[in-house]
């Protein structure tokens, strides 16, 4: 699969209201909020956030694209010194995420549906947020 990468800056002045809550949530927080609002203008529909089941972990937005089921992972930094928060999914929370989307999956019946899994980085600045959108961001790990 071809991995897209989309890069796009929003300014915080240009309304939607996030920035007014910007000290009072925590970054994670906030990073899936602009995610999930960055997503419904690129047309997906947001069907679950942050959906947990038991301790096998968390999948932090599930959306349709079209007729695909998607899985998203958030990471957001408001500092550089972490470096590019798309860089914290590794091999096991992309385990973790694919564990935790056949649960979601099995406990809604959902069958013979295209699925794909996509990485969301934001760097939050003072002024702009730099969004970094990877889709199909990995594949099935086992």
Do not use: W
């Not at 590794?90 to 959902?110: D, E, F, L, P, W």
Request: glycine share 8%.
């Amino acid at each position: 699969m071809t991995l897209c990468y989309v890069y796009i800056v929003f300014n915080h002045n240009s309304g939607g209201g996030i920035m007014a809550e910007y000290n009072n949530r925590n970054t994670g927080s906030i990073g899936e909020e602009i995610a999930a609002q960055y997503l419904e203008t690129k047309g997906f529909v947001i069907k679950k956030r942050n959906f947990q089941y038991s301790n096998f972990g968390e999948i932090d937005i599930i959306a349709k694209d079209g007729n695909v089921l998607v899985f998203v992972e958030v990471k957001a930094n408001r500092t550089k010194n972490f470096g590019k928060p798309e860089f914290r999914v590794g091999i096991s929370k992309q385990r973790q995420i694919y564990k935790v989307a056949q649960i979601y999956m099995s406990y809604n019946h959902i069958r013979n549906t295209d699925c794909r899994f996509d990485v969301i980085g934001i760097e939050m600045g003072r002024d702009t947020n730099e969004i970094k959108h990877f889709e199909n961001a990995f594949s099935l790990v086992l």
